[in-house]
């Protein structure tokens, strides 16, 4: 059985910088809700571009939120995931970022809105020994 790791705040960090595309978890009146999205960083939060009446800005803003982002190899059997918690906050108008800093909708449809997860705590695992999981083909930088 492959064995379970710890991943320290920095990995954590460090993985969730380089990734694009995730899942966003969050509390509606009809129960739970984990969204995939495409996301970018911007300073100490995740970002995502959303439309102004969506799920994710009528639910997020003001409220506890989770986003998940991982990497596995399933053929090694090994993987990691990261959770960052945190408040949301949706701006209607968001300031111009780099593009780097800014998340690129794939979705159609107008997502002008954005909502932000200001992480205040970051959380993450690995299962599985070898490989290096900052080098993850799901990784931005295996992509880019």
Do not use: K
Not at 79 to 100: C, K, N, T, Y
């Amino acid at each position: 059985m492959p064995a379970l790791h710890e991943l320290d705040p920095v990995q954590c960090e460090r993985l969730l910088r380089r990734g694009t595309f995730g899942r966003v978890g969050l509390c509606t009146p009809r129960g739970p809700v984990i969204l995939p999205v495409n996301y970018a960083i911007h300073e100490d939060a995740v970002v995502i571009r959303t439309t102004a009446d969506g799920t994710l800005a009528r639910y997020g803003h003001g409220r506890r939120l989770v986003f998940e982002v991982d990497g596995v190899e399933e053929d090694r059997w090994r993987g990691w995931s990261v959770l960052a918690h945190g408040r949301g906050i949706v701006v209607a108008d968001p300031a111009p970022r780099p593009p780097g800093e800014r998340a690129r909708p794939w979705a159609g449809g107008d997502r002008t809105a954005e909502l932000r997860l200001a992480w205040t705590e970051l959380t993450g695992r690995r299962i599985g020994s070898g490989g290096d999981p900052e080098a993850s083909m799901y990784s931005r930088r295996a992509v880019e």
